[in-house]
């Protein structure tokens, strides 16, 4: 089932959208490293130090790396992709096999370059789940538990309208309390997005109890709970039978490419989306139309976190 709301009958509003989404001089809405009126700037991990030795908390955040690992594959979600989407998800594997420049290079500037220009076959994605990588950042809250984020990776972002742009980062957050249960999940979408709209957990349609269901929105792939929830720019797809068969493309991201733990800014992965300083492509005029910038330079990464992760923050 595909439900999508005429954009001509709203397009009036798309005006008054883009009017009241213009951000600050120097912001676009994954915020580069460029003013104070964006996130504000935090020493990463400030005033906190891991009680458990390097190695057991690779990323100095006081979670066990094999607790981040269980907890981040038993609450990763099942991600719903309307069969009609040209824009697939892919990893930064992938992208960077199909790219004359190593996305790991830490020249900046030809990275960049490379990524303003990413081939029109490339901006499809990968047809093949194996390549669908998840990212993960596993974080303390600041109430005393734990939050899970799930960080998906497109080559392409084929919004409506003039919402283009090359490359998506978008996410998810799953919100635990201090004895690991779970409370809720937010959502990201677009500018609400640090960490974005909040459904409990009883509210929630789960696949085997624990994964959460995700729909990606056609084309600008931002995350909502059910058809109720989409946005009125958005289209997107739902399985009556979540986990069964479905002419839809059910993502389950625990399994697929797997899941991949980014660590923390104070100890990052060894991995482009913690390396890569600036935007993964073109800056563009209108709101909406710039490319992301890496994960923890994006106000939703370390959102509602503790000193041991920080609030939002540019790199």
């Not at 907890?71 to 992208?95: C, G, K, Q």
């Not at 390549?131 to 734990?146: K, L, S």
């Not at 058809?227 to 797809?237: E, I, T, Y």
């Amino acid at each position: 089932m595909l439900r999508i709301r005429s954009l001509l009958a709203v397009l009036p509003a798309v005006v008054a959208l883009c009017g009241a989404a213009v951000l600050p001089s120097g912001c676009t809405t994954a915020c580069p490293h460029n003013g104070p009126q964006c996130a504000p700037l935090f020493q990463a991990g400030a005033g906190f130090r891991s009680p458990l030795p390097p190695d057991q908390d690779a990323d100095r955040d006081g979670i066990s790396d094999s607790e981040e690992a269980a907890l981040a594959a038993r609450y990763a979600p099942i991600v719903t992709l309307p069969r009609d989407d040209s824009t697939r998800p892919a990893s930064l594997a992938w992208l960077s096999a199909r790219l004359p420049v190593a996305l790991g290079d830490r020249d900046d500037a030809r990275v960049a370059n490379e990524l303003r220009h990413i081939p029109a076959k490339v901006r499809h994605g990968s047809d093949n789940p194996a390549d669908w990588v998840t990212y993960v950042h596993v974080y303390p809250a600041r109430d005393g538990g734990i939050l899970v984020q799930y960080w998906f990776f497109y080559p392409y972002n084929d919004g409506p309208l003039w919402f283009d742009h090359e490359t998506d980062w978008e996410h998810i957050t799953v919100s635990l309390d201090a004895n690991r249960k779970p409370l809720g999940v937010y959502a990201a979408r677009h500018h609400d997005n640090a960490p974005g709209k909040w459904r409990a957990w009883d509210r929630l349609r789960k696949f085997d109890g624990t994964h959460p269901e995700i729909l990606s929105a056609k084309g600008s792939h931002a995350s909502y709970f059910d058809l109720d929830d989409v946005g009125w720019q958005d289209a997107a797809a739902w399985c009556e039978h979540l986990g069964g068969p479905c002419v839809h493309e059910q993502w389950h991201t625990w399994e697929s490419g797997g899941l991949v733990n980014l660590g923390e800014r104070q100890a990052p992965a060894d991995s482009p989306a913690m390396h890569h300083r600036g935007l993964w492509g073109s800056a563009g005029i209108l709101p909406g139309t710039s490319a992301p910038s890496s994960p923890p330079s994006q106000r939703g990464w370390c959102a509602k976190g503790g000193p041991a992760c920080g609030n939002a923050a540019v790199l």
